[in-house]
């Protein structure tokens, strides 16, 4: 009861009354506490969604703004890919769809995916797994001597190439390879 006077006349008791609304956000499937995007290629995709439930009795918001910087810096993106919240509905789910997509050949990572509920309580909803698998070649010495090259039976001079030019040669095809002979 707060009593309150108005105009220095008259006390007037009002009576408020209430009561607190739990935060209640969980994860739909309590496996997904560890998301594992898989080991990918340069290139390939993988796309995990999280269903989220809100067990409370008002509608929630969830930002993915704490984790999307070290989001981007894995090449894993959110669905809106903003740091737009999403808002959960009262009693019922929501869905947070995130894509791994790799451009080039990265170490494992474990990143713990941060968001922040309601305006401003930070949580940890799960943490999110992968790799991107690739294979690196380098020659091991500056130069590379093949002596005598011959095509097709005629002799031609020998030649060294530096790892630039051994890389080409690399990328010559099957076919081509199969025309030349080394001494």
């Known amino acids: 009861m707060i009593p309150f006077q108005i105009n220095g006349l008259y006390n007037v008791n009002v009576v408020i009354n209430g009561e ?6 969980d994860l739909a499937n309590a496996a997904q506490t560890a998301v ?3 080991s990918l290629r340069g290139g390939q995709s993988a796309t995990r969604e999280l269903k989220l439930v809100n067990r409370s009795r008002l509608p929630i918001s969830v930002s993915l703004e704490p984790s999307l910087g070290a989001l981007a810096g ?52 799960s943490q999110l797994q992968g790799a991107c698998l690739g294979t690196e070649v380098k ?45």
């Open 20 to 25: 607190g609304v739990p935060l209640r956000l």
């Open 36 to 38: 594992n995007f898989g």
């Open 74 to 125: 894995h090449d894993v993106s959110a669905t809106n890919g903003s740091a737009a919240p999403l808002i959960i509905p009262a009693r019922q789910t929501g869905a947070l769809s995130l894509t791994y997509k790799p451009s080039k050949r990265a170490r494992p990572f474990t990143e713990d995916l941060a968001v922040v509920v309601a305006g401003g309580v930070p949580r940890v909803l």
């Open 139 to 183: 020659l091991a010495t500056d130069n590379l001597s093949f002596g005598t090259v011959t095509q097709a039976g005629a002799p031609s001079a020998a030649f060294s190439s530096t790892s630039s030019a051994f890389s080409a040669f690399l990328a010559l095809n099957l076919s081509q390879l199969s025309t030349f002979t080394a001494f």
